[in-house]
């Protein structure tokens, strides 16, 4: 635990360090506008990012320089991480835990909501098996005030059918129309987004592979965020191997599997309301924690072998049709 701390440490200093650069581009992302809304004393008035904007808030009543608002949030998200190493370790053993660590250094280089959702969401896995309802519940209880359409992947599938159904049919528009400069033809409704949801599925499943970042990192020099990406990505992509395997072998199967398929099915339709592809740290934060579900024939090497291969199947894919963004 203390190399794991050390690394992480280290890493949330060098992730930072972009911040002391007033013409980084960090500063033209959500990053930077989570760090001007702190410094200003602001609070985002939508609940889901109002939560973070306000912990930054704190963060800057206790020091005043941006740099170490980041370290501070990221050194104690860390600390709250191998909180869970203990647990995890003695019922999962190491393999799955090392993954988990190397999806949530990925996260944890970002000033972004999605590390903190990766936390909740593995608070919740860890509790899925509880005994004692109210357990469960008050592990899932966070994601209300950060990631409310995470809970499709705790509710009983009939539950979340119903619920992505209401909101195909009734709530889509009122969605997106939430969402200034949405250029969307909402007066054709839901036909409207099936046309377009194929597309924006497959730029997104293009997206998610961390091979397609890899020239951008390599031509800016950032070699450890190349390195940290594909790392970061593992976990994801075994628990999307075991959700397809599943659909054929019943020895993949577990409770979560369906869960697992109407959450990336409630995403993509969220998504597409808003004509936006969705960035692979959403998908590591959500899925990378049901890791602990995964398998363990599937944490072997020649496993990662088939996922960097079809990696490449997929950049290759990419090039053939075309720039997918």
């Known amino acids: 635990m203390l190399c794991l701390a050390m690394l992480g440490l280290a890493y949330a200093f060098y992730s930072s360090l972009p911040i002391r650069d007033p013409s980084s581009a960090l500063f033209s992302n959500d990053e930077g506008l989570y760090l001007s809304y702190g410094a200003r004393g602001a609070i985002m008035a939508e609940l889901r990012y109002g939560l973070f904007?306000?912990?930054?808030?704190?963060?800057?009543?206790?020091?005043?320089?941006?740099?170490?608002?980041?370290?501070?949030?990221?050194?104690l998200s860390l600390a709250a991480f191998l909180l869970f190493q203990p647990m995890l370790v003695r019922k999962h053993g190491y393999r799955p835990f090392v993954l988990l660590y190397l999806a949530f250094t990925f996260l944890n280089g970002h000033f972004l909501r999605d590390g903190m959702i990766f936390l909740f969401v593995l608070l919740a896995v860890a509790y899925a098996d509880s005994g004692s309802l109210i357990r469960r519940y008050l592990a899932?209880?966070?994601?209300?005030?950060?990631?409310?359409?995470?809970?499709?992947?705790?509710?009983?599938?009939?539950?979340?059918?119903?619920?992505?159904?209401?909101?195909?049919?009734?709530?889509?528009?009122?969605?997106?129309?939430?969402?200034?400069?949405?250029?969307?033809?909402l007066s054709e409704g839901n036909i409207h987004l099936i046309k377009t949801s194929t597309p924006l599925t497959l730029i997104t499943l293009a997206n998610i592979n961390p091979l397609a970042s890899l020239n951008f990192h390599l031509n800016n020099g950032s070699y450890l965020e190349a390195c940290l990406t594909?790392?970061?990505?593992?976990?994801?992509?075994?628990?999307?191997?075991?959700?397809?395997?599943?659909?054929?072998?019943?020895?993949?199967?577990?409770?979560?599997?369906?869960?697992?398929?109407?959450?990336?099915?409630?995403?993509?339709?969220?998504?597409?309301?808003?004509?936006?592809?969705?960035?692979?740290?959403?998908?590591?934060?959500?899925?990378s924690p049901f890791i602990i579900f995964v398998n363990p024939t599937l944490m072997r090497g020649r496993t990662f072998v088939w996922l960097i291969g079809v990696w490449v199947a997929m950049l290759i894919i990419r090039m053939l049709f075309g720039n997918t963004g």
Do not use: C, N
């Not at 904007?53 to 050194?75: C, E, G, M, N, Q």
């Not at 409310?148 to 059918?161: D, H, T």
């Not at 398929?261 to 740290?281: C, F, N």
């Open 53 to 75: 904007s306000l912990l930054v808030r704190i963060y800057f009543l206790i020091v005043s320089d941006p740099f170490w608002v980041a370290v501070l949030h990221k050194s």
């Open 140 to 185: 899932q209880f966070p994601l209300v005030l950060i990631r409310p359409q995470a809970l499709l992947l705790f509710f009983p599938l009939r539950i979340s059918v119903i619920l992505v159904a209401y909101f195909f049919l009734f709530m889509r528009h009122l969605y997106a129309t939430e969402h200034p400069g949405i250029d969307m033809a």
């Open 230 to 287: 594909i790392f970061g990505s593992f976990s994801m992509f075994l628990v999307f191997s075991q959700m397809t395997l599943a659909l054929h072998w019943p020895q993949y199967r577990h409770t979560y599997i369906p869960r697992l398929w109407m959450g990336v099915i409630g995403l993509l339709i969220m998504y597409a309301s808003i004509e936006q592809t969705i960035d692979k740290r959403v998908f590591i934060s959500l899925f």
